[in-house]
């Protein structure tokens, strides 16, 4: 659709949308026709009363020969029927709006190319990863491209569906006229992806509105959905060959900007384990979609490593992440941050809690002002015995409570006269070297916390907030919650990603 937005952000009153919306259809008078004409691709004709015409292919990416591909930069200006024979597509749909050039209005990336130019302003879209994870972005805020979205299509306004739910729209014409429409949506568990196109403009189909189509996605399974451009651009091809009528007045299939489809690859690949992902080799790290080999690149080349996360994921480590992949690093003595897919997220500062950024032995954390011994270690003041645990405090244990005493960090037997620490509980000596006296089973502590020793700040105006969290792993007792309120306020810039 080569218009640009015009009234997206100002105006709008709202119109709620009544539940049950496929009721528009004559749900008990609507015909379904189900086909499978590919594998892993269920097929869905509806007509319905409007009268109506709708096409849904329903993908199934629990297949590990299938995956997600979006149009490079340099296949642009295609028809999507022209895109899915390019490409080799089980399945294709029309992309995002656009202008002069065929530059999409949206953010744009095929195959990990970004197309340059393009960008998330206040426009809705769809990404992608390698291992077909998808993202929906909102028009109503803007965010950076991220390394990891390796396909991406913009949309069309308002989203239609939103964690299972389909929003309000305003009740602007562009909304409530009907109109050919193209959408594409995935399932809650992410296993399935749905192209939608509904026809319009013609006698035996006259369209649809937002609320409509939205209310369709969400009866095939739709968590999450978008509208893609509509109108004459509206086109939903399967096996190379178009399966919805244009409207009355096109002439032909238009050419349009970019496109979204589902390729198939082979699972009996190069790729063994990692279909559709990434894998380490040394330091070189292999892509694959479909289970065949798509490309290959030598992290030690930037001074990386290459690494898989806890979920699998094969990356290139950057180097200054000392700690791995997904830990945290100090970056000064009180500067914090954390990695994540093996690139470095914000800064967080420890000072702005009282507290000083420490390295452990895998990991890097602040180090709260109670710890006085340093982020991992215990010791005895007087006869409580205090521990800290990456960087943060534990509860206190008064070894006196429990009829022993507090020497070199641990809890032992009084009179025992080998300096060793007695059982836990009976006040008998034992082997259990440096355990700590819980109260297990003699009720002389853990009953009502009375015995416990509280942490408390160096005095009624030090705070008793931390950098908890800042990295940290661990940690608990009182400061638990505090610390991950405190850590909250400078992570709230940042997103997890697909």
Not at 43 to 61: E, N, Q
Not at 88 to 117: R, T
Not at 292 to 302: K, L, M, R
Request: proline residues 5%.
């Amino acid at each position: 659709m080569r218009v640009m937005r015009t009234a997206m952000r100002t105006g709008w009153g709202l119109w709620v949308v009544v539940a049950g919306l496929v009721g528009f259809v004559g749900e008990a008078a609507a015909q379904d026709t189900w086909s499978t004409p590919a594998e892993g691709v269920s097929y869905l004709v509806r007509t319905a009363p409007g009268p109506l015409r709708m096409h849904a292919a329903v993908v199934d990416l629990t297949r590990d020969d299938l995956y997600i591909r979006a149009t490079r930069p340099e296949e642009r200006g295609r028809t999507v029927t022209s895109f899915a024979q390019h490409t080799g597509a089980v399945v294709a749909i029309n992309g995002d709006w656009f202008g002069s050039g065929f530059q999409p209005v949206g953010l744009a990336v095929g195959q990990g190319a970004h197309w340059e130019g393009t960008a998330d302003e206040g426009w809705a879209f769809i990404a992608c990863n390698v291992e077909r994870e998808c993202h929906y972005g909102n028009h109503t805020q803007n965010e950076e491209l991220h390394w990891r979205w390796h396909d991406v299509v913009g949309g069309n306004g308002w989203r239609l569906v939103v964690d299972g739910q389909i929003p309000t729209y305003p009740p602007e014409a562009f909304y409530t006229d009907r109109h050919p429409r193209s959408a594409v949506g995935t399932s809650e568990d992410g296993n399935t992806m749905y192209f939608v196109v509904v026809e319009g403009r013609r006698p035996e189909s006259i369209g649809v509105g937002f609320a409509e189509i939205a209310g369709f996605m969400q009866e095939l399974g739709a968590h999450q959905a978008l509208m893609l451009d509509g109108g004459g651009s509206s086109a939903l091809v399967i096996n190379q060959s178009r399966v919805n009528q244009l409207p009355a007045n096109e002439s032909g299939e238009r050419t349009v900007a970019n496109h979204l489809a589902i390729l198939r690859g082979s699972p009996s690949g190069s790729c063994g384990d990692v279909p559709n992902g990434r894998y380490c080799e040394g330091s070189v790290i292999h892509t694959c979609q479909g289970g065949q080999h798509q490309g290959e690149g030598d992290c030690g080349f930037f001074g990386a490593s290459c690494d898989v996360t806890s979920d699998g994921v094969g990356v290139c480590t950057l180097m200054e992440c000392i700690n791995g992949p997904e830990q945290s690093f100090c970056e000064s003595e009180s500067l914090i941050r954390t990695c994540e897919y093996g690139r470095p997220g914000p800064p967080g500062d420890c000072s702005a809690f009282g507290a000083t950024c420490e390295d452990g032995a895998d990991n890097s954390y602040c180090v709260h002002f109670l710890c006085t011994e340093g982020g991992n270690a215990r010791w005895c003041d007087g006869e409580v015995l205090k521990e800290c645990v990456n960087g943060q405090p534990e509860e206190d244990v008064d070894c006196q409570a429990a009829g022993q005493s507090c020497v070199d960090g641990a809890c032992v037997a009084d009179g025992d006269g080998d300096g060793e620490p007695g059982e836990p509980g009976d006040g008998e000596p034992g082997a259990d070297a440096g355990e700590l006296d819980a109260g297990l089973g003699d009720g002389d502590q853990g009953e009502g916390g009375d015995d416990v020793g509280t942490l408390m700040p160096r005095d009624e105006s030090a705070t008793t907030s931390s950098c908890g969290g800042c990295g940290a792993t661990g940690g608990g007792g009182p400061w638990g919650l505090v610390v991950v309120v405190a850590l909250s306020v400078w992570a709230l810039g940042r997103r997890s990603v697909p």
